[in-house]
């Protein structure tokens, strides 16, 4: 048992690091340890440098919150005294050839490409992703995804590659910030558990999305200001 005002150890300058530290300092002498030259983890907020944009900070890696999933982050804002405000939050597609687009923002969305109305490959294509969609929560509820790989899961899904490669991949890719072709090698129940705690296995139910005022690395600046131990 570690006595108040004595020294201890946080390894780790993410936002459980931070949150640690920045908890525990009001009974130690806290040492953040970092083998990286920067705290924040996978925060990373850039200024633009010149252009019409001049001087907007950019989020590149966490980039939103919400109140569902982020209870004790948003904490956390509270204590740093950082505000929030609310974001839209979509996803879109484009092939590379532009044969093939969508916008998952209401029919207009969908529809983006007037010729996708009158597409029987296009109806089949959405009609795929709902069926994913239910067998994803499906089979989380049954606890049968086992340690299959995504490949592996829409392979006995009979997922079709049309659908892997214009929605399920791109948008994981989007999310994880990782090359599309990685994805089929993900943990499947880790990726759909994730899925579906956003709201991104149902059309209904979906968090509003929020975002740190003035970018991500707002909160980390702030810890910084704050911190009392080395």
Not at 108 to 119: K, Y
Not at 180 to 185: E, L, R, S
Request: glycine share 10%; proline share 4%.
């Amino acid at each position: 048992m570690i006595a108040p005002g004595e020294s201890i150890a946080v390894v780790g300058a993410g936002v459980a690091g931070i949150t640690a530290a920045h908890l525990l300092q009001e009974r130690y002498t806290v040492t953040l340890l970092e083998r990286a030259d920067r705290l924040g983890g996978h925060t990373n907020t850039i200024t633009i440098p010149d252009g019409p944009d001049q001087g907007a900070r950019v989020d590149t890696g966490f980039i939103v919150l919400n109140d569902t999933n982020y209870p004790l982050f948003h904490r956390l804002l509270e204590r740093l005294e950082c505000r929030w405000r609310w974001s839209d939050m979509s996803f879109s597609y484009e092939s590379a050839t532009g044969d093939w687009s969508y916008a998952g923002t209401g029919f207009n969305g969908l529809f983006a490409q007037r010729r996708n109305l009158f597409r029987p490959a296009y109806y089949r294509f959405l009609k795929e992703i709902i069926r994913f969609c239910r067998a994803s929560l499906s089979d989380l509820e049954q606890g049968s995804l086992g340690n299959r790989t995504m490949q592996e899961y829409l392979d006995a899904l009979g997922c079709s590659e049309r659908v892997r490669r214009r929605y399920i991949y791109p948008m994981a890719a989007a999310i994880w910030s990782a090359p599309q072709q990685d994805v089929a090698g993900f943990p499947a129940a880790t990726l759909l558990h994730f899925w579906r705690n956003h709201g991104l296995l149902s059309t209904q139910n979906r968090p509003r999305w929020q975002t740190v005022c003035g970018g991500s690395s707002t909160y980390v600046e702030a810890f910084r200001k704050q911190f009392t131990g080395t």
